[in-house]
């Protein structure tokens, strides 16, 4: 449960444009998610520190350097646990 709120947390920092802070905790509703795993919430939360880290620059290649346009869509693209 915890998970899903530090998750949902991720998510409200990532609309306010705070995308380090919306990594971190998205990283650690990750780390409290393996605790009592759930496929389905683990795969959607590796996709949505994917899409911060890109945001924010510490991808591997990620979108920190596409258009406007895309970075201003990757909330948009999140997936609810």
């Known amino acids: 449960m915890l998970a899903k709120v530090l998750s949902t947390r991720a998510d409200l920092e990532g609309e306010l444009g705070h995308w380090q ?9 990750l780390r409290l998610g393996y605790a009592r795993p759930e496929t389905r919430s683990l795969a959607i939360s590796h996709h949505n520190l ?32």
């Not at 919306?22 to 650690?28: G, K, L, N, V």
């Open 21 to 29: 802070a919306a990594a971190d905790f998205e990283e650690a509703a």
């Open 50 to 81: 994917a899409a911060y880290l890109g945001v924010a620059g510490r991808g591997q290649g990620g979108a920190a350097g596409a258009p406007a346009g895309r970075r201003a869509a990757v909330p948009a693209d999140r997936h609810d646990p």
